[in-house]
């Protein structure tokens, strides 16, 4: 994780960062670790580059903002820094918490489905997905997200 992360900072100026809680925030002390949020840069198959929006919190941070919050943030930041690549966020269908997140940013849902898995390929990747994007993607660089699983 810190290898990808350091590698996406070297290549984008941007990768992940860790959230903690601010001063007088309800049932937190200030400096609890919240979570994390990333924009990772993606190498796809067959070529082309996508930034992945992604965010992991702790259970008791959850349904609280603090997701939506940072993904915001990194948003800002990557348009700030100039980053020219396409931001692209995978979330597992049956996950409506994230969606909820997904769906109240700059992005627009642009596939869901079921990507075509090897037999060597984790478990998750069979499972339905659905991909947003912070614009129209071509279809070579979709079906390279796709295919991350």
């Known amino acids: 994780m810190v290898r990808r992360s350091d590698a996406s900072w070297d290549a984008a100026g941007v990768g992940e960062w860790g959230v903690r809680a601010g001063a007088g925030v309800d ?21 082309g580059q996508v930034l992945n929006l992604g965010y992991r919190f702790a259970p008791r941070a959850w349904g609280r903002g603090f997701a939506g919050e940072a993904a915001r943030t990194v948003l800002a930041a990557v348009e700030a820094a100039g980053i020219r690549m396409p931001v692209t966020a995978r979330v597992l269908a049956d996950n409506p918490a994230s969606i909820r ?21 984790p478990a998750t990747a069979r499972r339905e997905r659905l991909i947003y994007a912070d614009r129209p993607l071509e279809t070579a660089v979709l079906d390279g997200v796709i295919a991350l699983g």
Do not use: I, N
Request: hydrophobic share 45%; glycine share 16%.
């Open 101 to 121: 997140v997904l769906d109240r940013l700059p992005l627009e849902l642009v596939w869901r489905g079921r990507s075509e898995a090897g037999p060597d390929a």
């Open 27 to 47: 049932g937190f002390d200030e400096g609890d670790f919240l979570g994390v949020v990333a924009a990772t840069v993606k190498t796809l198959a067959g070529g």
